[in-house]
């Protein structure tokens, strides 16, 4: 009896013990070892069944700073709907490099290749280079300084017979003149985004229209231009050509920028620009003192800082949301296209 009792004991203590470690394996997900010929879209694709979280895992795991470079050895945690980067501490043993162990090179699939981003949707505004007003918001039904939604405005257009009761503007205002960082030269005049209107009625040369929505304080004088939607999402897709560049602006006057920040670059749809165009930001390397006198001038890559994909772009400049920042980002700082 006594013994019979003890066995029940025993296997109520096991499944006790086995049922506790359960959450905790469960948590701790199945580690992975990256190996050659890996990819990130491929181990999305085979761990979570969804080829086009791979943007997703990039940015959220500061370990992995350019999505063109993983590397055999690396391992990953396979956990219940998303995949981990483990990162290498500093006590650990570094393997030495394994000339059969190259680069693992990510691209974006051939068919597979819809990936959404979310942006801002608060009007980024643009740089103003050879685009001119198409009106300008000369006054309102009451004696308020600033405007807002819901107010209804009176436009003055530079070709009235082409507008129409429903069509929409967008309103803007300027600021300061923006010189390039790298040569000092005049690129434009920066514009906000103040928000956007629609036409209500056409009575001979007086156009009335209604405020839709604002992103910033609207007053008399705001010009007029073609309206573009906020945009919910962006389609990554490959640029043209591996074009080159500099940051030369940002919306948010901040000394340095990051993730979720907006910035304007010097290229635009003159260069084959378009939305949804993927660049990295990068900076030369810079070599210290102590190495240029032993071994003199050496040319390193660029340091990789983020990446960021373009929102908006006009004849010769671009807007773009930063999406992956592994250091600050500064004005003056290089771009280059993707295009594989």
């Known amino acids: 009896m006594t013994q019979t009792i003890f066995r029940w004991l025993s296997l109520l203590i096991l499944l006790t013990i086995m049922t506790t470690a359960l959450p905790a394996f469960a948590e701790e997900g199945q ?48 956990l219940d709907g998303r995949l981990e980067i483990i990162p290498a501490y500093p006590d650990a043993p570094i393997a030495e490099p394994q000339e059969e162990q190259p680069v693992v090179t990510e691209t974006i699939p051939e068919t597979e290749g819809v990936i959404q981003f979310k942006s801002t949707g608060s009007g980024a505004g643009f740089i103003l280079t050879t685009e001119t007003p198409l009106g300008i918001l000369v006054d309102s039904v009451d004696n308020r300084v600033l405007l807002t939604k819901g107010d209804m405005v009176f436009l003055r257009m530079v070709t009235p017979d082409s507008v129409t009761v429903g069509d929409s503007y967008g309103l803007f205002s300027r ?66 050509e591996a074009h080159q560049g500099y940051i030369i602006a940002t919306r948010d006057e901040k000394h340095f920028q990051g993730s979720n920040d907006i910035i304007f670059i010097d290229r ?16 030369p390397r810079k070599v210290s003192d102590e190495i240029l006198k032993k071994v003199g001038e050496v040319k390193l890559p660029d340091e990789v800082l983020g990446a960021a994909v ?31």
């Open 31 to 78: 580690i992975y070892t990256i190996k050659k010929g890996d990819t990130l879209w491929g181990l999305s694709k085979k761990f979570i069944d969804d080829p086009d979280y791979w943007p997703q895992m990039w940015s959220n795991n500061p370990d992995i700073t350019n999505p063109h470079l993983i590397f055999p050895g690396q391992k990953i945690r396979v």
């Open 175 to 240: 600021d300061d003149s923006i010189k390039h960082p790298q040569t000092g030269k005049p690129i434009g005049t920066m514009m906000h985004n103040l928000g956007y209107l629609q036409v209500t009625e056409i009575n001979e040369n007086t156009i009335t229209a209604k405020i839709s929505g604002v992103f910033r304080e609207v007053t008399r004088g705001a010009e007029l231009f073609e309206y573009s939607p906020g945009r919910r999402d962006l389609t990554l897709q490959r640029a043209a």
């Open 268 to 283: 635009g749809s003159d260069d084959a620009l378009a939305s949804g165009n993927l660049f990295y930001i990068s900076r």
């Open 310 to 340: 373009i929102i908006e772009v006009k004849a010769k400049t671009a807007s773009a949301l930063i999406i992956k920042s592994v250091d600050a980002m500064y004005i003056g700082d290089r771009i280059t296209m993707v295009t594989n």
